[in-house]
């Protein structure tokens, strides 16, 4: 079977190569695989590009000037891997996932166990404390999923770890360019479940990754207002056109409209959160 791993990186040379290799070591256990791999460099001025080209020669690296982002930087690898060859599976990956050693064996292991090889299956995180950090979600309750043993069913999920064989590939397509940043995992697994292809959570724990919950500047009230503006349409900001094309898409005109006109009110009255006690954490 033909694997793709794709990955976008900026800026995290020691990670991105620790990644890498922890890659390398996992995919030893899973001898029936033929991969490779597919690393957009987007803009990196810490010597990325150089130290996994002379590290890992086999790595198929595209550049890129700095502005794709995450989804458009998974986007463009997917892109790269699609137009070179028809691979049976693609992976997505972050490169500040630490898989385990049997992450792929785990992986590939469950999707042989699932009934309906059509599907999606998303590996499950966690943190150094063991708490569930990336993985899937339920819809009604919009919680992350807890690993009980056994493969699980969830609407949509994180992008950190990700199987996607090629017969959802060729009817659901790639991630939706429109997304700069964030949203494009989540808006995958939502497209997909229209199509009826359902998604799932591996077994248990493939490997070990930090949340990134914070509080960002857009809406932190220790930051003046021309501070939080400045960053409020930036990509790494809450980006409420693209937030309501998702949400549009997905849950309606009415819920659309009404978070943009939330999300510009928290631009203007962050306290108010915080007076609600709901700027403790800020989730993707």
């Known amino acids: 079977m033909k694997l793709a791993i794709l ?14 290799k922890r890659i390398y070591s996992a995919l030893e256990k899973v001898s029936y695989l033929d991969f490779e791999f597919y690393l957009v460099d987007d803009g990196s001025t810490d010597g990325t590009f150089d130290a996994v080209s002379s590290t890992f020669s086999d790595v198929n690296i595209i550049k890129s000037s700095g502005c794709l982002y995450w989804n458009r930087g998974m986007r463009l690898a997917w892109e790269n891997a699609s137009g070179d060859k028809d691979f049976d599976f693609y992976v997505w990956l972050n490169d ?5 050693n049997d992450s792929f064996e785990i992986l590939f292991n469950d999707y042989k166990e699932l009934k309906n090889k059509k599907s999606i299956l998303c590996g499950l995180c966690e943190s150094k404390d063991h708490r569930i950090t990336y993985g899937g979600y339920l819809l009604e309750s919009r919680q992350r999923i807890i690993s009980n043993g056994k493969t699980q069913e969830c609407d949509y999920f994180n992008g950190n770890f990700v199987l996607i064989p090629r017969s ?24 997909a479940k229209k199509y009826g292809i359902k998604s799932y959570v591996t077994s248990c724990i493939v490997g070990c990754c930090e949340r990134h919950d914070f509080l960002p500047i857009w809406c932190n009230t220790k930051c003046n207002f021309f501070k939080r ?21 997905h849950f309606g005109l009415f819920l659309a409209i009404f978070h943009i006109f939330t999300i510009h009110l928290r631009l203007l009255f962050p306290w108010l959160w915080k007076l609600l006690g709901k700027d403790i954490k800020y989730l993707k």
């Open 229 to 249: 503006f400045s960053f409020f349409y930036t990509p790494l900001g809450p980006e409420p056109f693209q937030n309501f094309i998702f949400e549009k898409r």
């Open 168 to 191: 959802v590939f060729l009817e659901v397509g790639m991630l939706d360019k429109i997304f700069h940043h964030s949203k494009g995992d989540f808006d995958y697994g939502l497209r």
């Open 96 to 100: 500040d996932v630490e898989l385990h």
């Open 7 to 20: 990955l976008t990186c900026y800026n995290r040379k020691q990670q991105t190569l620790s990644c890498l």
